[in-house]
T-cell receptor
Framework: AQSVTQPDIHITVSEGASLELRCNYSYGATPYLFWYVQSPGQGLQLLLKYFSGDTLVQGIKGFEAEFKRSQSSFNLRKPSVHWSDAAEYFCAVLSGGSYIPTFGRGTSLIVHP | DVKVTQSSRYLVKRTGEKVFLECVQDMDHENMFWYRQDPGLGLRLIYFSYDVKMKEKGDIPEGYSVSREKKERFSLILESASTNQTSMYLC??????????FGPGTRLTVT
């Protein structure tokens, strides 16, 4: 069965600092991996996805993520955080043949001025 | 761009009422989902559908039903609303093995 762990419930960074949000998955083969962002009161917006190929994936809003098979991780990064990046971030995994993506519990990003 | 729309952003209903939440997607996606989101509990799957008239229960189907008569529309029905169904409801659609796309959500309050 597939599962996703986001170890950090909250992350606080200063505006302009770099950011890394952690995501670990559990699945035997290479899964499909996703990162979403949710602003307060809104739906989830797809930031980026990994299906195969280059393990460094570029997304929208200046985000990137790196798939590391040896660590079963898909961490989200941004070199310089903006105040508008404050939101909830969700990692998700979809195994081959499954209809249903599994979501992590989310990481709340707080940005200090 | 994929567009998933939900019929209401905010809804207030009374206990015992029958409630309909509508979701429409414009990208011919096979799969559609209904989740509820509550603080500290993440996203929990209520029902999903992989084709017209096909539906499967998710993790928390009790008190809910769904209808998918057309490919683009997936409705969530609360047969008799209760206060513990006060929540944020999120609809999503997904093609084949692609990414899921979400609607803006419906904040439902049952009083």
């Amino acid at each position: 069965a597939q599962s996703v762990t986001q170890p950090d419930i909250h992350i606080t960074v200063s505006e302009g600092a770099s950011l890394e949000l952690r995501c670990n998955y559990s699945y035997g083969a290479t899964p499909y991996l996703f990162w979403y962002v949710q602003s307060p009161g809104q739906g989830l917006q797809l930031l980026l996805k990994y299906f195969s190929g280059d393990t460094l994936v570029q997304g929208i809003k200046g985000f990137e993520a790196e798939f590391k098979r040896s660590q079963s991780s898909f961490n989200l990064r941004k070199p310089s955080v903006h105040w508008s990046d404050a939101a909830e971030y969700f990692c998700a995994v979809l195994s081959g043949g499954s209809y249903i993506p599994t979501f992590g519990r989310g990481t709340s990003l707080i940005v200090h001025p | 761009d994929v567009k998933v729309t939900q019929s209401s952003r905010y809804l207030v209903k009374r206990t015992g009422e029958k409630v309909f939440l509508e979701c429409v997607q414009d990208m011919d996606h096979e799969n559609m989902f209904w989740y509820r989101q509550d603080p500290g509990l993440g996203l929990r799957l209520i029902y999903f559908s992989y084709d017209v008239k096909m539906k499967e229960k998710g993790d928390i189907p009790e008190g809910y039903s769904v209808s998918r008569e057309k490919k683009e529309r997936f409705s969530l029905i609360l047969e008799s609303a209760s206060t513990n169904q006060t929540s944020m409801y999120l609809c999503a659609s997904r093609p084949g093995q692609g990414a899921a796309y979400f609607g803006p959500g419906t904040r439902l309050t049952v009083t």
